[in-house]
């Protein structure tokens, strides 16, 4: 009787905790106790301006570029896998590009109860380059 009040106790605070380590995204539904698949765009700081103020006028637009990421985790003990922001900066780079902007985030979530998770992150930008260098400055410095 005593170990059937243990496991008890122990499913319990896991149920408890699975909640809590799982809420992902703002908007939208919650992640499911034992099974998501959602989708939310990435609001990490919902207060945040995206204003951005060139101090230059020698920017070309290279045009739009993409990338998917995939991260996982098992077990709440061992994960891997990125969010995808360096393989976007290297398709702009490809381009000939020196960086990217108006960068938009989709995060696909999906879980398994406190088994196994996935995090698909798909991003998207704009690359654009500078047109002259400044002297004695690094390749993307203004």
């Known amino acids: 009787m005593q ?23 703002p908007g939208g539904a919650a992640p499911g106790l034992f099974h998501s698949g ?7 700081n919902p207060g ?21 990421a995939l991260s996982k985790w ?3 003990i061992a994960s891997w896998g990125d969010s995808g922001y360096a393989r976007l900066l290297k398709k702009s780079q490809a381009l000939g590009g020196d960086g990217v902007m108006n960068v938009t985030i989709d995060t696909e979530y999906r879980s398994w109860f406190i088994f196994f ?26």
């Open 3 to 25: 170990r059937i009040k243990m496991y008890a106790a122990c499913l319990a605070s896991v149920l408890c905790l699975s909640g809590c380590v799982t809420n992902m995204g």
């Open 117 to 142: 998770a996935t995090v698909k992150t798909k991003l998207s930008g704009q690359a654009y380059r500078y047109r002259t260098r400044a002297p004695g400055k690094l390749r993307g410095a203004p």
């Open 48 to 68: 945040m301006q995206y204003r951005i103020v060139f101090d230059r006028d020698d920017i070309e637009l290279l045009g739009q570029v993409e990338a998917e």
């Open 38 to 44: 959602v989708t939310y765009p990435n609001m990490l």
């Open 74 to 76: 098992l077990f709440f």
